[in-house]
């Protein structure tokens, strides 16, 4: 299903002179047979890394990812150009219009079963480019009194670049915009319905309004970052920290323990990257604080991914689900269990090393449903997680399918409608990977559609 991909070519590299040099090298060779590591160009954003190690040591990879991902001076994220079949990857909106009105159905579906509440908010957690939302809203509209009830649209997003596709997507009004210094909407309404849009850098801003949330969060988790643990030959959890390349200290090797099933991430070391993976080599301080009782299970030299952050953000969503009465979904891909060595790059729709030229691709790892789960314990409902598969044939994906095929008759227009349902529910595509989790207040009394033959998360 998954292919794994090295960076094979460098541009913009500072080359010793040479007489010659073999092409699609990672090596120059000299006259004299002995050879120079090409190195990846060093750009403003692998510089500011560099720089921050060298003056304080090994950074972990938690932090790598917050810098690769957002940081001002070049992070993926605050570009906005990964998203679609022109950039690095493709979610599951951007496939199929289908995806987003089935989630629309399911919130329309419980805002019944909780007594139709009459002061309703949507709100998203990394809504991409605002496909997901444009297509919610516009199935939303087809139940009146549903659509209402609804009294506005909160988007927590960061990026100043992706905030301004959000604003195009979702037919913004520019007369009624509030821009933030950046030129980026911060206020403005939408022409469905001339529903209020409210952007926010944070989930707090979002959880001080008073209004029941129906929560939205897609591939949101999957990029937060996460921190890497070893167990050593002492039976301890050593961290994987990022040190620059060329460093005393050796390199890790990518994890060979079969924890997840999952894809092994592109992490083979490389002479032409600035940075690799390295072990501390006394128990880390982060392992005592993050790792729980039943990570003891774990043998000598299995790798496991925790992500505090992802936590913190189930913790907060929990709280204030189960305080407005709200509901949410949470769709990623994952598993529902501690995660290996998942760790990985994506650039042009196939998998990178994440080490290489931070600030180009989109970082990611599989999210652990469990630990989610754990956070939300005793705050709100979890219910799930199901394939994402078996959650949109039971939410009616495919008498959907056949109403979109009965509104054409153009052959290429049936392929392409077959081909993307293919793509969502196929278990060797996205349907089986991708999973669907509900949280619900903790004080439901009904178990959400269609999760009643789902063992509720633990």
Excluded at 396 to 415: P, S
Aim: charged share 20%; hydrophobic share 40%.
């Amino acid at each position: 299903m998954f292919r794994h991909l090295l960076p094979k070519n460098f541009a913009g590299i500072q080359q010793p002179a040479v007489r010659h040099c073999r092409a699609f090298s990672s090596r120059i060779y000299r006259p004299d047979g002995s050879t120079v590591p090409v190195k990846e160009e060093l750009t403003p954003l692998a510089k500011h890394i560099r720089d921050m190690i060298l003056a304080t040591g090994p950074i972990s990879v938690a932090k790598y990812m917050q810098l690769a991902l957002t940081s001002p001076i070049g992070g993926y994220y605050t570009k906005g150009q990964g998203i679609g079949r022109t950039g690095d990857f493709v979610t599951s909106p951007e496939i199929s219009q289908m995806f987003g009105e089935i989630m629309a159905v399911w919130f329309v579906l419980h805002w019944e079963m909780f007594g139709r509440p009459q002061n309703t908010v949507f709100v998203e957690l990394g809504p991409g480019k605002g496909t997901l939302m444009d297509d919610m809203l516009r199935a939303a509209q087809r139940f009146p009194q549903f659509y209402a009830a609804l009294k506005g649209v909160h988007l927590v997003e960061r990026s100043p670049e992706l905030r301004r596709e959000q604003f195009k997507k979702l037919k913004c009004q520019h007369g009624q915009a509030e821009m933030t210094n950046e030129q980026a909407p911060k206020r403005a309404v939408t022409s469905r319905g001339n529903l209020p849009v409210e952007w926010h850098d944070v989930l707090d801003e979002v959880c001080a309004k008073e209004a029941v949330p129906l929560v939205m969060a897609h591939e949101f988790f999957d990029a937060l970052p996460i921190y890497k643990f070893e167990r050593g030959a002492d039976d301890l959890w050593h961290e994987i920290l990022v040190d620059v390349h060329d460093s005393n200290e050796q390199a890790v090797e990518p994890s060979t323990a079969k924890l997840s099933n999952s894809p092994q991430s592109s992490m083979a070391p490389s002479d032409a990257q600035h940075f690799k993976l390295v072990r501390t080599r006394s128990v880390s301080a982060n392992a005592a604080l993050l790792l729980r009782d039943k990570h003891k299970s774990f043998s000598k030299g299995d790798q496991i991914e925790v992500s505090p952050e992802s936590a913190q953000v189930m913790t907060q969503l929990a709280k204030w689900i189960s305080a407005r009465n709200g509901m949410g979904l949470v769709v990623d891909y994952g598993q529902n269990w501690t995660q290996g060595d998942t760790f990985r790059g994506i650039k042009s729709h196939k998998f990178a090393n994440p080490l290489s030229s931070p600030g180009s691709m989109d970082l990611t790892a599989d999210v652990d449903f469990s630990y989610l789960s754990y956070a939300a314990n005793g705050l709100a409902q979890c219910h799930g997680p199901m394939e994402q598969g078996a959650f949109l044939h039971a939410m009616g994906i495919q008498a959907r399918l056949q109403q979109l095929l009965q509104t054409t008759r153009e052959t290429q227009m049936h392929k392409r409608l077959v081909e993307c349902y293919k793509r969502l529910t196929d278990p060797h595509s996205m349907g089986r990977i991708y999973k669907v989790m509900a949280v619900l207040p903790e004080s439901a009394q009904q178990t959400p559609v269609p999760f009643s033959n789902i063992q509720k998360a633990a």
